[in-house]
T-cell receptor, first 117, second 116 residues
């Protein structure tokens, strides 16, 4: 159980275009999902907290108009990178908690590797 | 604020030997949790082990054990009988008191290479 699926796994786009990444909880409901970004050989940095039915909470330094997050249902959160530029090339990974697992463990999607040309 | 420090960018270990990956942390929360995740080259994050701040005993999961020293604020991961498949990045992470809505904070990671 507790499977988080992310799509697409790989995406290459031209500079200036927008890219949407989906994160789904397959066998549980996730009221809160977390989006992380990971640059090569670096750690995971929290970008934003996605809350079902309300606005996302962004970390300091993350542009909310550039990284649009929508959490319209209890099983789906989307991250849209708008007007992508080469510096946005990174590994984006989502995660969610399962209600009732009190440790606070996060279950992660497979990640999406974005390359902006 | 929470902070996780992993001081070993890379570690080598011979197959079948044990290895310890270091992790120290800092938090003002009286209650917290500590995690270790493994990230192979494919990028997925694999949960390995969890230690709660009030747990009396060190956590163990198969070949993984967590050497939790609360007074020293350390939570080192011990992998026994290393296997070639253990080669990966390893991240120490922490959550604060509010388990429901807060994300995990990650350390910088340690790249482990298991040699035959």
């Amino acid at each position: 159980g507790a499977v988080v699926s992310q799509h697409p796994s790989w995406v290459i786009c031209k500079s200036g275009t927008s890219v949407k990444i989906e994160c789904r909880s397959l066998d549980f409901q996730a009221t809160t999902m977390f989006w992380y970004r990971q640059f090569p050989k670096q750690s995971l940095m929290l970008m934003a907290t996605s809350n079902e039915g309300s606005k996302a909470t962004y970390e300091q330094g993350v542009e909310k108009d550039k990284f649009l997050i929508n959490h319209a249902s209890l099983t789906l959160s989307t991250l849209t990178v708008t007007s992508a530029h080469p510096e946005d090339s990174s590994f984006y990974i989502c995660s969610a908690r399962v209600a009732g697992i009190n440790t606070g463990e996060l279950f992660f999607g497979e990640g999406s590797r974005l390359t902006v040309l | 604020a929470q902070k996780i420090t992993q001081t070993q960018p890379g570690m080598f270990v011979q197959e079948k030997e044990a290895v310890t990956l270091d992790c120290t942390y800092d938090t003002s929360d009286p209650s917290y949790g500590l995690f270790w995740y493994k990230q192979p080259s494919s990028g997925e994050m694999i949960f390995l082990i969890y230690q709660g701040s009030y747990d009396q005993q060190n956590a163990t999961e198969g070949r993984y054990s967590l050497n939790f020293q609360k007074a020293r604020k350390s939570a080192n991961l011990v992998i026994s009988a290393s296997q070639l498949g253990d080669s990966a990045m390893y991240f120490c992470a922490m959550r604060g008191q509010d388990t429901g809505r807060r994300a995990l904070t990650f350390g910088s990671g340690t790249r482990l290479q298991v040699q035959p």
